[in-house]
C-alpha cells in the first residue's frame, strides 16, 4: 500500500518571504499523480497544484511550484512571495496510475501559519 | 466553486440515528468519490462509485453504505451512529474515464456531529 508521509506538523513564515513544505511517499507503481490540496479555515479542500510521475519537469502554478524527485521519493511545494491568504493546512496526497484503484491517499498535513 | 455540491453543510444527530449526506458532481464527471476527515484519522477515502457502479471500497464501515443515482448524484448513508463518526465527510468527482491525472475536485463537505 502507498503512504503518504508530511514531517512538518506546522510551518510559519513571513509575508512575502518563500516557504518549502515537505512530503515523501512510498510506492512500488510508476505510474502515478501527486497533489498538493489547501484547506482554509473554511474546511473546502482546494487543489494547489499536481504533478504528473512521468512527467520531468516540474510543475508550476502562479507563486506555487513543486520540487518532484521522483527517485528520492519527495515531492516538496514551494510557495514564494507568502500571503496572508497562504494561511491553510496544506495536504499532500498519492493517486495511483492504475485504473480502478484511483482513490487519494493524503499526508497528515501541514499547518501553514503566515506572519504579517 | 469547485463545481461540486454537498448537502447538508452541518448535521447533528444522537447515536444510534441515521443520516444520508448527499452529493451531486461537477457537470460531466461521472466518478464520485466520498472521504471521511476526523481528528484522530486525518482524511481516509471511504468508497468510490463510476456512472453508477461501485469502483472501489476504502474503510468504509458496514454500518456505512453508498449510491450513485442515473443522475450521477450520489448518496451516502451511515447507520446505527456512534460518537465517533463525528467528522467532515467530503464528497470529490472526477471524470472516471481510464487515464490522464483525473485530478479530484473537491465539495464543502459535511460537517456532522453525533451527540
Known amino acids: 500500500a502507498q503512504t503518504v508521509t508530511q514531517s512538518q506538523p506546522e510551518m510559519s513564515v513571513q509575508e512575502a518571504e518563500t516557504v518549502t513544505l515537505s512530503c515523501t511517499y512510498d510506492?512500488?507503481?510508476?505510474?502515478?499523480?501527486l497533489f498538493w490540496y489547501k484547506q482554509p479555515p473554511s474546511r473546502q479542500m482546494i487543489l494547489v497544484i499536481r504533478q504528473e510521475a512521468y512527467k520531468q519537469q516540474n510543475a508550476t502554478e502562479n507563486r506555487f511550484s513543486v520540487n518532484f524527485q521522483k527517485a528520492a521519493k519527495s515531492f516538496s511545494l514551494k510557495i514564494s512571495d507568502s500571503q496572508l491568504g497562504d494561511a491553510a493546512m496544506y495536504f499532500c496526497a498519492y493517486r495511483s496510475g492504475n485504473f480502478g484503484n484511483e482513490k487519494l491517499t493524503f499526508g497528515t498535513g501541514t499547518r501553514l501559519t503566515i506572519i504579517p | 466553486d469547485s463545481g461540486v455540491t454537498q448537502t447538508p453543510k452541518h448535521l447533528i444527530t444522537a447515536t444510534g440515528q441515521r443520516v444520508t449526506l448527499r452529493c451531486s458532481p461537477r457537470?460531466?464527471?461521472?466518478?464520485v468519490y466520498w472521504y471521511q476527515q476526523s481528528l484522530d484519522q486525518g482524511l481516509q477515502f471511504l468508497i468510490q462509485y463510476y456512472n453508477g457502479e461501485e469502483r472501489a471500497k476504502g474503510n468504509i464501515l458496514e454500518r456505512f453504505s453508498a449510491q450513485q443515482f442515473p443522475d450521477l448524484h450520489s448518496e451516502l448513508n451511515l447507520s446505527s451512529l456512534e460518537l465517533g463518526d463525528s467528522a467532515l465527510y467530503f464528497c470529490a468527482s472526477s471524470v472516471g474515464s481510464s487515464g490522464g491525472h483525473q485530478t479530484q475536485y473537491f465539495g464543502p463537505g459535511t460537517r456532522l456531529l453525533v451527540l
Open positions: 457537470s460531466g464527471d461521472l466518478s
Open positions: 510506492t512500488s507503481e510508476s505510474d502515478y499523480y
